[in-house]
């Protein structure tokens, strides 16, 4: 008789236990739920399913950033010939940077390619006048060179991994006729990927992918 006793006590509290772990599933779906489809705050949204906030707030956050990373995978396939900037000025290495500096005003812009022999050869930034300004200075012995460039049809996620790893903030886009095409900013790409709505997961990604697996999209004029 004691044995038997024990034995539904057991089976009581596996049913108990059984139902403590369903209510919390339940629980959970209704929390995705409510952030998926409603605008309550993280703080209505516990109130409303009786649970502590620091485990909502866990959850809410775990699903913003599984959102996140499918928005990241879904955009970052995407060419950077959709969202480059074709306003691109350039300039013959024998212009001078009082030259460069007045035209980048003009046309509103933060660089200049330099062209040699009809080539690009390489960029000038108003980073680099700021800090090595002389006037008469060439842009042959001003600019940055090589010059580190894409083609169009290289991905987001691509380009933003040759702009980390070579740590620029402005990639040019070179067709396959040698012309630049374009150019693509690290402002470009924070805009593009605003809808991940998650500070710092983008570059979270960039920082953790591996090295490139295929180095035929970069580009290294000499």
């Known amino acids: 008789m004691i044995k038997l006793n024990n034995n539904n006590n057991n ?20 929390v995705t739920s409510l952030y998926r489809y409603s605008d309550l705050s993280i703080k209505n949204i516990a109130q409303q399913v009786d ?22 995978e879904e955009e970052s396939t995407i060419r950077i010939e959709k969202i480059m900037s074709t306003n691109v000025v350039s300039l013959d290495i024998s212009k001078t940077a009082a030259y460069a500096a ?23 930034t108003e980073r680099d006048l700021v800090r090595r300004y002389f006037p008469d200075t060439l842009l042959e012995s001003l600019a940055s060179h090589p010059l580190i460039a894409a083609e169009p049809t290289t991905t ?17 886009v070179v067709d396959e006729n040698n012309t630049v095409a374009g150019m693509v900013t690290v402002t470009d790409l924070a805009i593009f990927l605003l809808p991940t709505r998650r500070p710092g997961l983008t570059f979270q990604y960039y920082k953790q992918s591996q090295e490139a697996k295929d180095q035929d999209a970069i580009h290294v004029i000499v």
């Open 51 to 72: 649970m502590p906030l620091n485990e909502i707030q866990r959850i809410t956050d775990k699903l913003a950033e599984l959102k996140a990373s499918r928005l990241f």
């Open 156 to 172: 987001v996620e691509k380009a933003a991994d040759i702009m980390l790893k070579n740590k620029i903030r402005k990639l040019p």
């Open 11 to 30: 089976n009581n509290n596996n049913g108990a236990l059984l139902d403590e772990e369903e209510e919390i599933l339940r629980k959970k779906e209704v």
């Open 102 to 124: 007045a035209l980048m005003t003009e046309k509103k812009v933060g660089s200049v390619i330099v062209i040699k022999n009809d080539r690009p050869f390489g960029i000038v």
